[in-house]
């Protein structure tokens, strides 16, 4: 392996023209990249370069300009596919319009055609609402049973019962990282329980990828989800990654132009591979710009840009332990190298969106609320937290500055 | 920090930190949830009307500074008014946060110069106005008593 670079953060935010900013007098501290975090310029640039030189609809024109742009989608989905490990990364890569229909192509599909009354999937407390609401959805059409692993009092999963849980059951499908708790799950033992339990394996990358490298073969994933808006790319595109002998047995989700063979009056047949998936004009441009994306986190490392967000997650929870004791919680497991860059605040007496509004007037950009994990807020006892997420241009300025605003929230409200 | 003062005016942090009317009727006054769904706030509302008079009324829930206020102030200000007379209210205050019919925030739509006089101390949220993503923060509770109103109004 090679050894692990650091990042250069004030070299990285050159390519970041919105941190550059000032409104009201003060600079943007960006600390909400788990919800979405900012492209940089590069990708900017690859999508309006595409767009004036080589904007065209794919698969259908024979002229050179759509040839080129339907070989840019193609090797979109080479690139996605070669960076979480896809070993066919042509034919394992479905792009969709974000992570949640991932899943919803996922239980529409998958689901619809392996699920009945008498079957079982094991989801877990921690996840977000797009890996629980398509499956109720679908339970109330098919009437199989929804088993949770929890969350145990450290904030990890608890795995006592998860032979039990898994026992029977399809599928087990887990998110890869909270996005409330910033808990990393252990997913190469969850893959190989379920797989020695007869399930297939679904993981919600969203939180993940971002920060880590993912490899779905030397993990063995089934299936892993992912949203490129939250790994600096653009919003407006999805990855679901279908392991090729399970996407090739998958029946089609969404219909119409671009995911057929054929069409007669009285049926149709469905294109082979990941197109069959595929209905109507995909996220070209969107995809152009996720092929940049993964192009730059692959240039700054994924192993440095993990490592930076280990240390400044390690900062950031002795900086707001030592200086506000107990009074400011962050809900989540305790540091260690299973505790990502997620710090879910909460205060005693005063409320998410109170804190979020004191940090706004200092320019710093948290996200209070639910964070579509409403399950998992019943299960903490809280009904929102502010949540400060890190990116590869954060810096411990920022943290600095989150601490300094957190003590005047404290004081406005004591 | 000026905004953030005009937001966060005493009376609001007051009515924060020591919610008037907290709790729950038990019936025949009716029972009426409301949700934020944005950030999560969860009013329940318990209300008594007796000829066209609300009688009494109660508030349950959680939430941020500007929706227990707003929903305290609100607690306040029409126990023992007619139903009419509440309506009314219930449009002023939303006139003053430029609320519209529907119900959502348009900021190009000028808040209409209302009597803050008559509102007495809920006139205490209209630095609300000024940031759009708080005003269901402020509405929450209104737009839960409406609905309880139109309950008893159906029966
Ligand atoms: C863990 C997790 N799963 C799924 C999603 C859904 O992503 P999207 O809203 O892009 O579909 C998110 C982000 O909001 C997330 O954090």
């Known amino acids: 392996m090679a050894a692990v670079t650091s990042l250069d953060v004030a070299t990285i935010r050159k390519d970041f023209p919105l941190l550059a900013q000032v409104r009201d007098g003060k600079r943007i501290t960006y600390l909400d990249s788990g919800a979405s975090a900012l492209p940089p310029h590069q990708v900017v640039a690859a999508m309006a370069t595409y767009q004036e030189t080589t904007h065209a609809n794919v698969h259908r024109g024979v002229y050179a300009t759509a040839e080129r742009a339907t070989h840019l989608y193609e090797q979109a989905r080479i690139d996605v596919g070669r960076f979480i490990g896809a070993a066919k990364p042509a034919s394992e890569i479905v792009f969709t319009k974000n992570c949640t229909e991932a899943f919803n192509l996922l239980a529409q599909s998958w689901g619809l055609a392996n699920l009945g009354p008498n079957s079982a999937i094991v989801l877990t407390e921690m996840e977000h609402h797009a890996n629980i609401v398509p499956w109720l959805q679908l339970q109330t059409r098919l009437g199989f049973e929804i088993r949770y692993l929890s969350v145990a009092e450290d904030r990890t999963l608890d795995l006592s019962n998860l032979d039990q849980l898994l026992d029977g059951a399809a599928l087990l499908s887990v998110t890869a990282t909270s996005n409330v708790l910033g808990t990393v799950n252990p997913i190469a033992e969850l893959a190989s329980a379920a797989h020695a339990a007869g399930a297939l394996i679904a993981v919600d990358g969203a939180q993940a990828v971002p920060h880590a490298s993912i490899d779905v073969s030397a993990l063995d994933l089934d299936f892993l989800a992912f949203s490129p808006h939250k790994v600096y790319g653009p919003t407006g595109i999805g990855v679901l990654y279908a392991k090729a002998e399970h996407l090739d047995a998958m029946p089609p989700f969404l219909g119409g132009g671009g995911m057929i063979k054929d069409v007669r009056l009285d049926g149709f047949l469905a294109a082979d591979g990941p197109q069959r998936f595929e209905a109507g004009t995909p996220p070209i441009a969107e995809a152009v710009g996720l092929s940049a994306a993964l192009a730059y986190v692959s240039g700054l490392g994924l192993d440095a840009i993990h490592a930076h967000h280990r240390s400044l997650t390690t900062y950031a929870l002795s900086a707001i332990a030592s200086t506000f004791g107990d009074t400011v919680k962050v809900q989540g497991p305790a540091d260690g190298p299973n505790r990502a860059g997620v710090l879910s605040l909460t205060v005693d007496g005063v409320h998410a969106h109170d804190i979020a509004q004191v940090l706004d007037t200092y320019g710093v950009c948290v996200r209070p609320g639910h964070h579509c994990a409403k399950p998992l807020m019943r299960r903490l006892g809280v009904n929102a937290t502010a949540r400060a997420s890190f990116g590869i241009y954060n810096d411990r300025d920022d943290i600095d500055l989150l601490v300094e605003a957190l003590q005047a929230t404290v004081t406005m409200f004591a | ?155």
Not at chain 2, 73 to 95: H, I, P
């Open chain 2, 1 to 155: 920090m000026a905004d953030l003062e005009e937001l966060y005016r005493e009376i609001i942090l007051d009515h924060y930190r020591n919610p008037r009317n907290r709790g729950e009727l038990d019936p025949p006054a009716i029972r009426v949830e409301g949700f934020n769904p944005l950030c999560g706030d969860e009013i329940v509302l318990s209300l008594a009307v007796t000829d066209g008079v609300v009688t009494d009324v109660k508030v349950g829930g959680s939430g941020c500074s500007i929706s227990t206020s707003s929903g305290s102030l609100m607690s306040a200000a029409v126990k023992g008014k007619t139903v009419d007379d509440v309506r009314e209210l219930l449009a002023t205050f939303k006139g003053m946060l430029s609320v519209g019919d529907e119900g959502e925030h348009d900021p190009s739509v000028e808040p209409t110069p209302v009597n803050l006089r008559s509102l007495g101390e809920l006139a205490a949220l209209q630095g609300v106005a000024k940031f759009p993503v708080r005003i269901k923060c402020a509405t929450l509770s209104w737009n839960t008593l409406a609905q309880g109103l139109d309950e008893i109004a159906a029966d």
